[in-house]
């Protein structure tokens, strides 16, 4: 497919040419023509009086060129035709032969930015680059992302293979990386109806809260102690993170600590270890490699990537693996008949003939991908969304009350007191909305030809659809860069969610491929924020009037961990586990 003819504009500068060359064609056929017609005519009479041969083949002559005039007249309307038939892509910038548009995306670090100013250049919602052999395919517009992820959906529903992708699922065992097919059905099924269904999110409640209740001694414990000079400074980003953290290593493994627990509450070397390289592996997953367009490269690992990624799902491995092996140990030799956690559940489950579903390595990468689907979006809209309400105490002031309204001040929050928080839950959305963990959500890879609104979607397309830009997109929100919970208050004051079905922002997506953790994503997002704002008042550092809300260079996460100073607003006995 040539992508020379995407671009309107490319597409409309070459067809004028075109139709110049075949204007010229015409009028030289045309003067060719017309010039024998005339000279037949004008020596017909003698040359059917003198040379009958010579007539015959001058009308020959004519009859041909006749002939080659109407065909060539057919043949341009045919080629006008198909090509009026034949579908654009989306536009996008000219690709070189082979690489597409490799060389500048190597050239325009991060990827991202340089993905976003070329569809504002363009003034287009959603654009075609080449990237190798493949066409990826950015959206920024909620019309056009429900085109594929609600009216398309099943032609959208497989992903792309990526080496970062193939090592940290096992080869394709578990389910957010992995293409269509049975694998990801067998595994979806799984954590949807066996994790994360409704009764299971019930008998998990004690673990999470055990670490919402962890989390607010340790902020507390930072309260009494003084950090670089200031009483009480708290790096929110490695609390949130740590709590993320800990809340799902308690529900995958029944411990919050691989290493020695920590008096404080806090994370120990271990657990920081731990948290580090599941971002790391996160940035590896969103890293647009050029070995993923180029799979000849691959086994040069020219950026480094691959080793990157090894090493570091080898850091993780060497925590979670050795509790996978022996508990499975523990099962098969009986010594094991209660269910406690995740790992159980999955060591458990049976195929019809009553052996094991899943095999030791299934469990393992899914335990990875599953740590990897839950540490960063709660833990990055709470830094965000405090980082924001410092800067507007206002907002900052009307959680609290929310907060002390519906609780008081003589309990902490309990997951039964999200529904009435309405507030709070808009200030989460309201993050989720300006300040995604990603700039795109992980790509959907189209299974078949098809067509968007107007445009041809060719078969191994990856579709990308922006988080960023879809919620800053100034055509679906006034004001987009501005942070106000408000706009996601229902005038009926009606229960606050933070899916977006239509995709006006990303937070849990939709389809085939939505995320099946809504409700424990939503109750860990909730019980951060209601707690930390309940829990304890917040300022700037001393040496800082607001807050600087710069993003980072290279992704789109606050540029430096957020420090603030927490204060308790409670009574001193509600922090003590
Ligand atoms: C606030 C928290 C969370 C947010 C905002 C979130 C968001 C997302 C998004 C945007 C996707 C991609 C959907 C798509 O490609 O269309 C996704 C997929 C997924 N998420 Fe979540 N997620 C959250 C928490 C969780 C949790 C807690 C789990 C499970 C423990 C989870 C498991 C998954 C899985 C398995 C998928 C892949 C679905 C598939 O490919 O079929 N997520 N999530």
Same mark, same amino acid.
């Not at 497919?1 to 139709?19: A, L």
């Given at each position: 497919?040539?992508?020379?003819?995407?671009?309107?504009?490319?597409?409309?500068?070459?067809? &004028?040419?075109?139709?110049q060359l075949k204007a010229l064609e015409f009028t030289l056929l045309f003067l060719f023509v017309s010039k024998s017609l005339s000279h037949a005519m004008a020596y017909t009479p003698f040359l059917l009086l003198l040379n009958l041969q010579g007539f015959w083949s001058c009308l020959l002559v004519i009859i041909t060129c006749f002939t080659i005039m109407v065909k060539a007249l057919r043949f341009n309307f045919i080629k006008n035709y198909s090509k009026k038939q034949k579908?654009?892509?989306?536009?996008?910038? @000219?690709?070189?032969?082979?690489?597409?548009?490799?060389?500048?995306?190597? #050239?325009? @670090?991060? &990827?991202?930015?340089?993905?976003?100013?070329?569809?504002?250049?363009?003034?287009?919602? !959603? #654009?075609? !680059?080449?990237?190798?052999?493949?066409? &990826?395919i950015p959206v920024t517009c909620p019309i056009i992302a429900s085109e594929f992820l609600r009216k398309q959906d099943a032609t959208f529903a497989s992903r792309p293979l990526s080496m970062s992708t193939n090592i940290i699922t096992g080869g394709y065992l578990s389910t957010i990386f992995v293409p269509y097919g049975d694998q990801w059905k067998k595994m979806k099924k799984i954590i949807t109806n066996d994790l994360l269904a409704p009764?299971?999110?019930?008998?998990?409640?004690?673990?999470?809260?055990?670490?919402?209740?962890?989390?607010?001694?340790?902020?507390y414990n930072k309260c009494n102690k003084v950090n670089d000079g200031v009483r009480g400074l708290v790096n929110i980003r490695s609390a949130a993170r740590h709590y993320c953290g800990n809340l799902i290593r308690k529900i995958t493994f029944n411990k919050r600590y691989f290493g020695k627990s920590r008096e404080d509450g806090g994370p120990g070397f271990e657990e920081v270890e731990h948290v580090d390289t599941i971002f790391d592996l996160l940035n590896y997953i969103y890293a647009f490699s050029a070995s993923d367009y180029m799979p000849c490269l691959r086994a040069l690992d020219m950026d480094g990537q691959q080793k990157k990624v090894k090493e570091a799902l080898r850091i993780i491995n060497k925590y979670h693996y050795p509790i996978v092996q022996e508990r499975c140990k523990q099962w098969n030799g009986g010594f094991k008949v209660d269910e406690e956690d995740w790992l159980d &559940?999955? !060591?458990?489950? @049976?195929?019809?003939?009553?052996?094991?579903?899943?095999?030791?390595?299934?469990?393992?990468?899914?335990?990875?991908?599953?740590?990897?689907?839950?540490?960063?979006?709660?833990?990055?809209?709470?830094?965000?969304?405090?980082?924001?309400?410092?800067?507007?105490?206002?907002?900052?002031?009307? #959680? *609290?009350?929310?907060?002390?309204?519906?609780?008081?001040?003589?309990?902490?929050?309990q997951e039964s007191d999200i529904p009435k928080l309405n507030y709070v839950k808009a200030c989460a959305k309201e993050a989720f909305r300006l300040h995604p963990i990603a700039p795109f959500i992980p790509a959907h890879v189209s299974m078949y030809d098809t067509m968007v609104g107007n445009y041809f979607i060719p078969k191994g397309s990856h579709v990308m659809l922006s988080r960023q830009e879809l919620g800053r997109n100034p055509k679906v929100w006034n004001e987009p860069h501005e942070f106000k919970p408000?706009?996601?208050?229902?005038?009926?004051?009606?229960?606050?969610?933070?899916?977006?079905?239509?995709?006006?922002?990303?937070?849990?997506?939709?389809?085939?491929?939505?995320?099946? +953790? *809504?409700?424990?994503?939503?109750?860990?997002?909730?019980?951060?924020?209601?707690?930390?704002?309940? +829990?304890?008042?917040?300022?700037?550092?001393?040496?800082?009037? !607001?807050?600087?809300? #710069?993003?980072s260079n290279d992704d789109i996460l606050l540029a430096e961990p957020l420090l603030a100073v927490a204060k308790p607003r409670l009574a001193p006995e509600l922090y003590q586990l």
């Open positions: 497919m040539d992508m020379h003819k995407t671009s309107p504009k490319e597409s409309s500068t070459s067809s &004028v040419n075109g139709n579908p654009k892509l989306p536009p996008g910038p @000219k690709p070189w032969p082979i690489v597409g548009n490799l060389p500048e995306m190597l #050239a325009n @670090k991060p &990827v991202h930015k340089w993905i976003h100013k070329l569809m504002k250049d363009m003034n287009t919602d !959603i #654009a075609c !680059i080449r990237l190798g052999n493949s066409y &990826v009764h299971k999110h019930l008998w998990l409640h004690d673990k999470r809260t055990e670490e919402a209740d962890n989390l607010m001694f340790y902020v &559940v999955l !060591i458990t489950l @049976k195929d019809a003939n009553n052996n094991p579903l899943l095999t030791l390595e299934e469990i393992n990468a899914q335990i990875t991908e599953l740590m990897l689907a839950t540490v960063d979006n709660p833990s990055n809209a709470f830094e965000w969304a405090l980082a924001e309400m410092i800067n507007q105490p206002e907002l900052l002031q009307r #959680a *609290v009350e929310e907060l002390d309204t519906v609780v008081g001040k003589e309990r902490l929050v408000e706009r996601h208050l229902m005038c009926d004051g009606q229960n606050v969610v933070l899916t977006e079905p239509n995709l006006k922002f990303m937070s849990f997506s939709t389809g085939r491929r939505g995320c099946p +953790g *809504v409700m424990l994503g939503t109750t860990m997002t909730i019980m951060l924020f209601a707690r930390m704002l309940h +829990g304890f008042t917040w300022s700037a550092p001393p040496n800082a009037s !607001i807050i600087n809300l #710069a993003e």
